[in-house]
């Protein structure tokens, strides 16, 4: 029977969800409350030519892309160009850098040169990565989580001690490897899951073989490119977006969902599907009895990290920038116990630079540089201009001593921040979180806040704050599990 459903938010969970609510015969309406489709992986273009994506800019797990194409009949070479990054990124510590190639080969030559035995104890940790990837990729992440029955397959319950969800990232990192600099490169991509690896299922090296084996990709354009094919994707299946269209309300009678406010009017829908912020959307757009958890339960939750972030253009080339450079030439340990303990501005930074424009020659004017600079921090401290300038020139002085340029806060061309108070307002992000919740073990699978709604029969979730959890190719999955739960309705 076909149903209107109404999707909340325009972010790759949304855009998925309603792809696939669309294709299987719904009328669907997206209702975006900013002015272009993204979410947080929105794009926008400078008066003097710069071209920023807001957010996501690793291309991992290239295979859930695909998957996504090909269940409308379609490959991702149908609407972008995917160019592989070599080196894939760089790595920038106190006495040096690492550069990581594209060759998985010279990886391993890579880690050998810098401890001896580190070839071979790779080769093993990626088999061990590459099963966690098959089965957590492929079987684990696809389930709705509405109960723990869901994961007695044969094969999860014959994999379950082979994926290490007992064991922490920490310890299972340095039972293959010993220098603190192959360790970080181990490491470091976990620190976007939420946590510090000591407190991260060991499950989670399926990270490093999604990235590091799989290779890093860049999407030409950007990553609005993905956004703009997946919303072709969902108008092919006759998807309706509505742009500026802030959703006051969800309108609940007899237990169901019976539609939806925006601008003050009741638009009437069979279902709701919201990639909107969960806490938002329970504590703002729905009457408290209808809600599954309450304030207390959000507070006792952890958050993967917030940001700050830079969007520069420079108006001349910089040069010894990849276009992934990660400066950890600070304390790994330090930096995420100051955001997920400590919650407080980290004293010794580790953050990331992505200059897109060594490898895309249309996001910035000819001879000018695009960069994005993001540094994690933790979620719900004080956000000031003061703060953000402060982290700013920090920043660029160790761009400049790692790129031996000089006074580049010269050759800005375009400049502009954003952080917490920005996540806030534009996202109603909880606490100004940037990345969702935490892939803790406590909050893995069914842990994690519910797909749908208890109390209400036809709402339902999606997005990094629910299951499987955050991430890109984790969002656009978690899309695809709730439009198959509404469909079920």
Not at 325 to 343: A, G, R
Not at 379 to 386: K, L, M, N, R
Not at 436 to 442: D, E, I, R, V, Y
Request: hydrophobic share 35%.
């Amino acid at each position: 029977m076909t149903k209107k459903i109404a999707i909340i938010g325009s972010g790759f969970s949304g855009l998925s969800a309603a792809a696939y609510s669309a294709k299987s015969g719904n009328e669907v309406h997206v209702f975006e409350k900013n002015s272009s489709l993204g979410g947080r992986a929105r794009s926008f273009r400078t008066d003097n030519g710069y071209t920023f994506d807001m957010g996501p800019s690793w291309y991992w797990m290239p295979d859930i892309f695909e998957d996504f194409f090909a269940d409308f009949g379609k490959k991702v070479s149908d609407f972008y160009e995917l160019v592989s990054l070599d080196p894939q990124f760089e790595m920038v510590f106190d006495d040096g850098t690492m550069e990581i190639p594209h060759d998985y080969e010279s990886i391993k030559s890579l880690f050998e040169n810098t401890e001896k035995g580190a070839g071979k104890m790779l080769d093993d940790f990626m088999k061990d990565a590459q099963f966690k990837y098959d089965v957590g990729m492929k079987e684990f992440v696809n389930k709705p989580c509405h109960s723990w029955f869901e994961f007695m397959s044969p094969k999860i319950a014959k994999s379950a001690l082979k994926l290490d969800l007992l064991t922490d990232f920490h310890h299972f990192v340095r039972k293959y490897f010993k220098h603190p600099k192959l360790i970080t490169l181990m490491e470091f991509p976990v620190i976007f899951l939420g946590a510090a690896p000591k407190d991260i299922p060991a499950l989670y090296s399926l990270m490093n073989y999604g990235g590091y084996k799989l290779g890093t990709w860049y999407p030409k354009g950007g990553f609005i490119k993905i956004v703009e094919a997946m919303a072709t994707i969902g108008k092919m299946q006759g998807v309706h977006f509505h742009f500026n269209a802030d959703v006051e309300k969800i309108v609940v009678e007899d237990k169901k969902v019976s539609g939806i406010i925006v601008d003050g009017k009741k638009i009437f829908f069979d279902s709701v599907i919201a990639s909107s912020d969960y806490h938002h959307t329970e504590q703002v757009l729905l009457d408290k009895e209808y809600r599954n958890y309450d304030e207390k339960y959000w507070n006792h939750k952890t958050f993967a990290p917030s940001c700050l972030i830079f969007y520069l253009g420079f108006k001349e080339k910089i040069p010894n920038l990849k276009h992934h450079t990660l400066f950890f030439e600070n304390d790994l340990d330090l930096h995420t116990t100051e955001i997920y303990t400590d919650k407080k501005w980290p004293s010794k930074p580790l953050f990331y630079v992505c200059c897109p424009s060594k490898t895309d020659d249309n996001v910035a004017p000819e001879n000018c540089e695009n960069v994005f600079l993001l540094m994690p921090i933790a979620t719900g401290i004080e956000d000031s201009e003061a703060m953000r300038e402060k982290y700013f020139l920090e920043m660029i002085e160790r761009i400049e001593k790692h790129t031996g340029s000089s006074d580049l806060s010269s050759k800005i061309d375009y400049k502009k921040s954003y952080c917490l108070n920005d996540f806030i307002n534009d996202y109603n992000a909880y606490e100004g979180n940037a990345y969702g919740l935490a892939n803790t073990l406590s909050q893995t699978a069914v842990l994690k806040p519910s797909l749908k709604n208890k109390k209400v029969k036809n709402l339902f979730y999606t997005g990094q704050l629910t299951v499987p959890g955050p991430g890109v190719p984790p969002s656009i999955i978690s899309g695809k599990i709730a439009a198959t739960e509404a469909d079920k309705k």
